[in-house]
């Protein structure tokens, strides 16, 4: 999942990035709501961390906008206690849930699984499947039958977002926002550098899934 944290106090921001990566996440932080807003526009991210107090455009607004601008991003607000009428206008103006300062690391990574299965993740026991495959977001392991390889970071991500994609096309567009960022100065040859990686590493497991190009349009997984 790829998370964007909005938070201007940036000591915080930037743990909660550190405990998001070492959970797994890809994550990214912005200090004011102009630069959060103008991430989070993007649709890239999977979920939002919220804060409601910002410099520049505050919490509540960046909400406002992304739900004017049809974005339906998960939103996790931050709040600290005494601010019961801003928690409601942001549940009214369609963020999904809230955490109060200070609050628990557990409780957020949470409250962000909770956010993933109501999207309807293909999720069981921490592991995604599609056709004869199975991948581990714990250990980065894909699976065929008996045979497991473990992926390197992008290639599981990307393998990762087709796999939550089924049978539908995915750009190289969408690659390079997903997995690069969108101010990555990446071009579409490391795509088609970690697709033939992947693409390899399918064929060492033996399995019966394989990565499709579609010409001009993208990639999409294919079984025989």
Not at 134 to 140: A, D, E, G, I, Q
Not at 185 to 197: G, L, P, R
């Given at each position: 999942?790829?998370?964007?944290?909005?938070?201007?106090?940036?000591?915080?921001?930037?743990?909660?990035?550190?405990?998001?990566?070492?959970?797994?996440?890809?994550?990214?932080?912005?200090?004011?709501?102009?630069?959060?807003?103008?991430?989070?526009?993007?649709?890239?991210?999977?979920?939002?961390?919220?804060?409601?107090?910002?410099?520049?455009?505050?919490?509540?607004?960046?909400?406002?906008?992304?739900?004017?601008?049809?974005?339906?991003?998960?939103?996790?607000?931050?709040?600290?206690?005494?601010?019961v009428s801003d928690?409601?206008?942001?549940?009214?103006?369609?963020?999904?849930?809230?955490?109060?300062?200070?609050?628990?690391?557990?409780?957020?990574?949470?409250?962000?699984?909770?956010?993933?299965?109501?999207?309807?993740?293909?999720?069981?026991?921490?592991?995604?499947?599609?056709?004869?495959?199975?991948?581990?977001?714990?250990?980065?392991?894909?699976?065929?039958?008996?045979?497991?390889?473990?992926?390197g970071l992008k290639?599981?991500?990307?393998?990762?977002?087709?796999?939550?994609?089924?049978?539908?096309?995915?750009?190289?567009?969408?690659?390079?926002?997903?997995?690069?960022?969108?101010?990555?100065?990446?071009?579409?040859?490391?795509?088609?550098?970690?697709?033939?990686?992947?693409?390899?590493?399918?064929?060492?497991?033996?399995?019966?899934?394989?990565?499709?190009?579609?010409?001009?349009?993208?990639?999409?997984?294919?079984?025989?």
């Amino acid at each position: 999942m790829n998370l964007l944290v909005i938070e201007d106090e940036v000591r915080l921001a930037e743990a909660l990035v550190q405990i998001l990566q070492k959970n797994k996440y890809a994550a990214l932080a912005a200090y004011d709501g102009i630069t959060g807003l103008d991430h989070a526009l993007t649709g890239i991210y999977d979920v939002i961390i919220l804060d409601i107090m910002l410099p520049k455009l505050n919490g509540l607004e960046v909400l406002k906008q992304l739900r004017e601008q049809k974005i339906q991003t998960p939103v996790i607000l931050l709040t600290a206690k005494d601010e019961v009428s801003d928690r409601v206008k942001g549940l009214d103006h369609g963020a999904d849930d809230y955490l109060t300062k200070p609050f628990a690391t557990d409780e957020l990574l949470a409250r962000i699984r909770a956010l993933g299965r109501r999207r309807g993740e293909l999720i069981c026991d921490d592991t995604l499947h599609f056709e004869d495959i199975s991948l581990n977001l714990s250990t980065y392991e894909l699976s065929c039958g008996s045979k497991t390889v473990r992926l390197g970071l992008k290639e599981f991500r990307i393998l990762e977002f087709l796999i939550r994609h089924g049978q539908h096309i995915v750009s190289k567009e969408e690659l390079l926002e997903k997995i690069w960022g969108f101010d990555s100065e990446a071009e579409y040859n490391h795509v088609e550098v970690y697709i033939s990686f992947l693409r390899k590493k399918l064929s060492h497991i033996h399995s019966k899934v394989g990565i499709q190009t579609v010409r001009g349009v993208g990639y999409r997984l294919g079984g025989e």
